[in-house]
C-alpha cells in the first residue's frame, strides 16, 4: 500500500531479510537439486570424490530404472547382434545384457491409480460430510469433529494391526481397492475439515436465495455451494493426493507386490552387485518432481491449506 | 515381446504335439531374493517357458527387505506367489502355519526322491520337523558364507616379505580364525599400489539377518551352540559358554581392528562393493555371488581367490541356501508343482550349476568333474560338510531379531559386554520358547 | 459444471427417485450426506480401535492362525511397561522430540519473521522453502543415506569444506553419538517448512494498528518484538509446537529409510519398535498392548496442552 506506513520495514532491512530467507532456501534445496543430478550422473561419477558438480550427463540412470540386466561374459557379448536400440548399447557398454523390463513402471502406475482412486472418494464424500456439518445441526457435531481429526494422531503402525487382521480376512490384502478404501479413510478426516473451512466462508443467503426461487436443497447444494467451493474442493484434493502419493508406511505392510505403490518400492532398486544410486535417484527424481511442479504453480492454494486446518480450530 | 514369446510357445508346442501337458497355460509367478542367481534362474526357467507353455513372471526383493516383505505376505494369505525360494528357517513357520503345500504326496507320485539331492540340503531346507520325512520344499540352492580375497595382493613380493618379517610365517589364506584376524589386521590402512586399504568386509547389517550370520561364521568354529542336548531348548551353558562369549568378542575385535570405516550396517551389497572397489584384501559372503565375482571384469579372474570359513575348535559355516517350495494361497498349484517336477530333473539341475546356481542334486555335486568346474567349488563342497543353521522355529523372526539386537548393541554401538549380550540373549529367547509352550 | 460427478448421479437417477431425494427434508440430507464418511470412519478407525483393545489382553500372533488365543489379562501391560528395553526407545523418541521441536520452532519462527518483512519476491521464496515436506519422506530419507556417507557424502563434504574436519573421520548415521543428531537434522530440514507456515500465519494475523499506536507511543522495535509480536503469536507458536510434536511422535518413514532405528537401538523411536514387535515378530497382542499404550500416552498429552493453548488464547 503506502510506502509511507511506519510498519513498513525498511529497505535495508528487507535487503537483509531476503538475503537471509534465500540462503536458507539455497542450502534447503541443495539435497533435491543433488537428486535431481545424481539421476543423471554416471555410476562412476555418482560417486566420485571430491562430490562431482559438472559432469558428462548420462542416461544411464533411467536406462537402470527401468530395465532389469545380466553381467555377461565378453565372448557371450561377442556372439550377440549389435544393439538395436541406444539404451540396450548402454547396458552393452556395462558388459551387461537387458533381460527385461524393471517393476517401476508398474508400482508407478500403482501410485498413480490408488493416488487419484483415493482423492476422488475423500473428496466426493469429504464434500458431502463438511457441507452438512456446515449448514446442518448433526447431533454430537462438535464431539464428531474432533474426533475425526484425533484420529490423525496414532502412528499409521498402530493403526496398521488391525486393519492387516482386518484385510487379511477381507481378502484386501495387496489390492488397489483396500489400499483406495483405506487412504480414504485416512484422508478423510482432513478433507472434512478442510473442506468444512471453505463451505463455511461461503455466504449462506446464495443458498437461501436459491431455495425461495424453488430449488430443493439438493438442487442449492451442487448448483450454489459446489460452484462456489471448486476452489477449496479443488486444494483439498491436493492434499489428499499428496498424502496419498507420498504414504509408506501403509504401503509397506499392507502391499507386496500387486498393488505396491512406489514409495516402498524406490529405495529397494538395487542394480547388479551394490546400490545404483543413479538409479534410485532417477526413480525419484521421476516421482518427486511432480508434487514439485504442483507445489510451485499451485502456491496460492497450497500453502493456505497446510496453515488452515492447523490454525482454524 | 511377451506375445513373441507366446508364439514360439505356441509353435512348439504345436511341432511337438506331445509335449503340451496342459490344455490352459497360466502365469506363474516365482518369488525370490534380488541377487545374481535369480537373474540366472530367469535364464534358466526360459526352458520351463518353452516346455510348458506356461510364463513365468518373476518378483525378486532385495536381501534386506527379503524375509519382511515374504514373511508379510505369507501371513496376509496374499496370492502374489505361486512359488517361493524362501530361506531355510522359514521352512518351520512355513509348514506349521499352512503357507507351504506338504510335497510328500507329489514326490511319490512323481518318482522324485529327496535320495537324490544332498542330505545335508535336504535337512536344512525340505523337512520339517528337522530331520523327519515330512518335505515342504525341493532343494533349490545351496548355500553357505564363504571367504573370498585379493590373490594379486596376497601374490606381491613385498606384502609377502613384510607378513613374514611381521608374523613369522607366509602369508596364504588363513586356516584358521586366529589368522583370519591376523591378516586382516595385516591389511588394515597398508597402503597398496597408493592407496589405503582395508583389511576385511564383513556383514554387520542390523535390520534383518546381517550380523546375525557374520558373527555365527566366527561363533561356530570357536564354539558357540543354541542348545546343549539338541530338541530340548537348553541354552544356558551353549549360548553364553565361555567359547561363545570369546567368538562373539573376536567378531568384535575383527570389526573394530580389521574393517574400512563406515560400514556399520553391511550386508551382502555392502561386501561386494568394498571388495570390487579396492578397499578390503579380504571379504565374507555367500557362495551364491562367487560365480560373479569371478567373472568381474575388473577383480575376477587372476586377481581373485576363495576360501572356506576357517575353522577354530571346530569346522563349521553358516548355512545360507533355499528350497523352493508352493505357496499354499496360489490358485495356480498344479502348474506350479509342474516347474518343480521341472527343475528336479537332473539335467535341469546340471545347467543350474553351469549357470551359477548351486545344484544341491547328487548327480551334480558327485560328478567326479565337479571339484574343478570352478575355482570355488570344492571349497562349497567343504563348507556344506560343516554347514550350522540358526534356529528353524516357526517363530524364527522373533528369535532371529532378537539375536540381531543383542549382537549389533555390543558389536557396534558399544552397548555392554558379550557375556551380557549373550545372557540377554537367552532370556529374550528363553521368553519366546515360553510364549510358544516350548519351556 | 455440467459434468461434476453430482450432476451425473443426479442425471443417472430416475426421475421418481430424484424428485425424492430433491423433497428430503434437511436432517435427511444431513445424515445422508454424513453417513458415508461415519461409516467409513467407524469402519476403519472406531472398529479396529476396539479390536486391538480387545488384542491388546490377548496371546494372539497373526501369524500363527492355528494356535488357540488365550485372554491373559494385562499380562501384555505389565510386560510393556517393566521392559527396559522399551523404556531406551521412549528415551531416543524423548530426545528425538525434543530437538525436533526445538530446531523447528526457533528456525521456523525465525524464517517466518523474516518472511514477514515482505521483501520483493518472498512469495516465490517461501513456495521453495516449502518443498522438502510435500515429498515423500521414505524416497527423501532414502536418498539422505547417500548424502550421509563418509566421504563420498555430500552432507559430510559440505562440514568437511566448513570446517575442514576430514569428511571419511566421521559417519553421522553409524556413529552411535552422531545417529540420533543424523534423523535431527533431516526431520528438521523436512519439517521446519510446515512450522514456518503457522508462524506466518500468526504474524500475519497481527493487525497493523497495534504496531501503529506502539509506534506513536515511541516504543522500541525490540519492545514491540516482546510485548506485542511475540504475545500475539506465542498460540500459533504452541500450535506449531503441537502439531510438530505429533507429527514427530508419529514418525516412521524418514527414520526407518535412514538408520532403521540403529546403530543397535540407539535410533529406535516407538514406531520402530512397535512396527517390529506387530510386523516382523508378529507378536499381536502385546503389540496391540503396546499401541493402546502410545495412543492414550499422546492422547492424554494432547488433551492437556489443548486445554493450555486454549487458557492462553482466552487471555
Redesign the interface.
Known sequence: MSSY?????SAP???I??T???A??VI?????V??LT?GFKSPVDA?????KVLFEPSLEGYVNLFT?R??V??EQLEALPPPETWYEEVVRNR?MVI??PS?YGERFLNSVIIGFGSTFLSV???T??A???S????PLKDD?LF??L???????????????????TL?L??THLGMI??Y???N??LA?WLLKGFIDEIPREYEEAALIDGY????A??KVV??QAATGIASTAIFCL?FS??E??FAV??T???AQT???F???I?G????D?PA??AG?TL??VP??V???LL?KH??RG??FG??RK | MKTAKLLAATALVAASGVLAPQAQADEL?LCWA?W?PA??L??LSKEFEAQSGHTMKF?F??WP?FAD??L??L??????CDLLIGDSQWIGGGAENGHYVKLNDFFDKEGISMDDFAPATVYAYSTWPKGTPNYYALPAMGDANGWFYRKDWFEKPEIQEAFKSEHGRDLAPPKTQMELLEIAQFFQEREIDGQKRYGAAIFTERGSEGITMGATSSMYPIGFKYEMTPGKYDMEGAVNSPEAVAGLEFYKELYKTATPPGYTDSYM?QS??AF?SGQVAMAMNWFA?FP?LY???DTGGDKIGFFVNPGQAKEASTLGGQGISVVAYSDKQEAALEYIKWFAQPSVQSKWWDLGGYSCHVSVLNDPSFADSAPFASDFLLAMDGVMDFWQEPAYAELLLAMQKRLHDYVVADQGTAQEALDKLIEDWTETFEDEGKL | ?SD????RA?KATPPSVAAK????S??A??????L???F??L???I???I??IN?SFTNFR?NRPNREVEYIGLRNYERILTDSDIWLTMQATAHFLFWTIFFQVLIGFA?AW??N????????????????M???????G???T??Y?P????FN??ISFLTGID?SSFQMIGDVTLAPWSIVIVDT?MWTP?VM??C???LRSIP?YI??AA?IDRASKWRQFWTITLPMELP?LM??VL?SG?EN??M??LVV?LTGGGPGSITEL??IN??RE??EKWR?GY??A??II??VT??GL?SIYVKALNKVKER
Do not use: C, H
Not at chain 1, 506506513?5 to 520495514?9: D, G, K, N, V
Not at chain 1, 430443493?216 to 438442487?219: P, S
Not at chain 2, 501371513?75 to 502374489?80: D, I, M, T, W, Y
Open positions: 506506513s511506519i510498519t513498513e520495514p532491512q528487507k535487503w531479510a531476503g537471509l530467507v534465500v536458507y532456501a534447503t534445496l541443495l539435497p533435491l543433488w537428486i545424481t560417486i566420485a570424490y571430491p562430490p532389469t545380466t553381467r561374459s565378453p558388459d533381460a527385461g517393476r466426493f464424500l469429504g458431502l460430510a457441507y452438512a456439518f449448514r446442518f445441526k448433526v464428531l474426533f475425526i484425533s484420529t490423525r494422531m496414532m502412528p499409521p503402525i498402530a493403526v496398521a494391526i488391525p486393519i492387516f487382521l482386518m484385510f487379511r481378502g490384502s495387496d478404501l483405506l480414504t479413510a485416512v478423510i478426516s472434512v430443493t436443497r439438493f438442487q447444494f451442487y459446489l460452484p499428496i502419493w507420498n509408506y508406511a505392510l499392507l507386496s507386490g500387486t512406489a514409495p516402498p524406490i529405495p529397494t538395487i547388479v552387485g551394490g546400490q544410486w534410485v535417484a525419484a516421482f518427486l508434487v514439485m504442483f507445489t510451485i502456491r497450497l500453502l497446510i496453515t492447523a490454525v | 509367478t534380488a545374481d537373474n540366472a530367469v535364464e518378483e526383493v532385495p527387505n516383505r515374504m508379510n505376505e501371513n496376509s494369505g496374499g496370492k502374489l551389497e561386494l562393493d570390487k555371488f560373479g567373472a568381474d571384469p | 459444471m461434476t460427478p453430482f450432476n443426479a431425494i430433491r423433497g428430503l434437511d436432517r440430507i444431513a445424515w445422508i450426506f454424513v458415508p464418511t461415519i467409513l470412519l469402519a476403519v478407525n472398529f479396529p480401535l479390536w486391538t488384542l497373526a524464517l523474516l518472511i518483512r515482505k521483501f520483493k519476491g518472498n512469495d516465490l521464496w517461501t513456495t521453495l522453502i516449502v518443498l522438502p510435500m515429498l515423500s519422506p521414505a524416497v527423501v532414502n536418498f539422505w547417500f548424502l556417507q566421504q563420498i557424502g555430500l563434504y559440505g569428511p530440514w510446515f507456515l503457522i506466518l500465519a500468526g497493523d504496531y501503529e509506534e500459533f500450535l506449531a502439531f505429533i511422535f508419529k516412521y518413514d529409510q516407538t514406531s512397535l512396527k506387530a510386523f499381536t503389540a496391540s503396546y499401541a502410545l495412543f499422546v492422547f494432547a
